[in-house]
């Protein structure tokens, strides 16, 4: 017998393609739309003509290009573009993988402790090495990393193997690196390093560059690739333990699996602008509201849905009368709301 909440996942599943289509159009669409916004005005015939030069075609064509214009397009608003979606995408995969696997909505890819380990790394880097990008994008992974190998050695360690043994872990690590953070920004100088620190913890993609881009999108993306191709197994990894060892499947392993391709493109993503707020909690949520709680239909459709809002937000953040702002400001203030909106929605219909 099919129940009406069978017959709406159903549906949902149905639309999956041509809403998400639809999306990636959308994306696409605004992506091109985002590279000609701003001061400098770059339209899509200008963009035609900066590509072809670059690819040493069509030199007749592009003759007229002022220098300006290719600068804008080229060395910041184009690798900032990518660099955007890339994140976006990151950030949510990773909190749509999160919150089935943690079985919680409200969990995030700092649950594991790798965004504070990443950003005292980068705290760290800044404080002794005057805030050299490639160290503190360096100091940023590695800390990450290390993060994750530190939970997974506490796991291993300790009976049984539940969620909330490893959240608990988890917690305790987020704490410690928390802490250490908190002591650097105590010792450190308030009229620089300080400030420095702090800008940074807010996340930007003002220094986004083709160094950046040519890290961060082959990692996020192979990342990305296998958490989409794993992503059927999130319907049963989000079952109760003794469920899932009924099944014979491997849950430690399994869990390892996730949580090592949600570290990878979490901290990659972290050490290259730094820390993003909300992305990674709410954008799964929208994800589910519109295309059903089938995983393996969430995570690819979070990935453009995450790609377009964080494309949209550093548009909008770039193109602030007053000046940018660090990008957590903004999705704060979007995504906060919302969430309280969306939880509230789902508690009046019995969801939560």
């Not at 002794?128 to 050695?153: D, N, P, R």
């Not at 995570?299 to 660090?326: K, Q, W």
Request: contains cysteine; proline residues 3%; glycine residues 8%.
């Amino acid at each position: 017998m099919i129940t009406a909440g069978d017959s709406t996942a159903v549906k949902r599943g149905r639309r999956l393609w041509p809403i998400l289509t639809f999306t990636l159009l959308i994306l696409i669409a605004f992506f091109f739309l985002s590279l000609n916004i701003g001061k400098v005005s770059v339209t899509f015939t200008d963009m035609i003509a900066i590509l072809l030069k670059k690819m040493n075609l069509g030199q007749g064509f592009s003759a007229d290009i002022v220098a300006q214009k290719q600068t804008v397009f080229w060395n910041v608003r184009l690798p900032r573009s990518i660099l955007a979606c890339a994140v976006g995408a990151a950030l949510s995969v990773a909190g749509a993988v999160m919150q089935t696997l943690y079985r919680n909505p409200l969990a995030s890819p700092d649950v594991i402790g790798v965004t504070q380990a990443a950003n005292l790394g980068a705290g760290l880097a800044i404080f002794f090495f005057a805030g050299s990008t490639v160290l503190v994008e360096g100091f940023s992974f590695c800390f990450g990393v290390m993060a994750l190998l530190l939970t997974f050695t506490i796991v291993s360690r300790l009976p049984g193997s539940s969620v909330t043994v490893l959240v608990l872990v988890g917690v305790i690590i987020s704490a410690l690196f928390q802490a250490g953070l908190t002591l650097l920004l105590y010792m450190s100088d308030p009229y620089s390093d300080m400030l420095r620190i702090n800008y940074w913890l807010m996340g930007a993609f003002n220094t986004a560059n083709w160094n950046n881009v040519a890290v961060v999108v082959p990692l996020v993306s192979v990342g990305i690739f296998f958490l989409i191709l794993f992503s059927w197994r999130l319907n049963i990894m989000g079952q109760t333990d003794d469920e899932i060892k009924a099944l014979g499947i491997n849950l430690s392993l399994w869990r390892f699996i996730y949580i090592l391709f949600v570290a990878l493109i979490v901290s990659v993503s972290t050490a290259a602008v730094g820390n993003i707020a909300w992305v990674g909690l709410i954008i799964p949520h929208i994800a589910r509201s519109i295309i059903g709680s089938n995983q393996k239909q969430v995570v690819p459709y979070a990935a453009v849905l995450g790609a377009f809002f964080l494309l949209l937000i550093d548009t909008i953040v770039r193109n602030l009368p007053a000046g940018e702002v660090p990008i957590s400001v903004i999705t704060s203030f979007i995504a906060a709301p919302f969430l309280g909106w969306l939880i509230f929605s789902k508690h009046k219909r019995g969801v939560w």
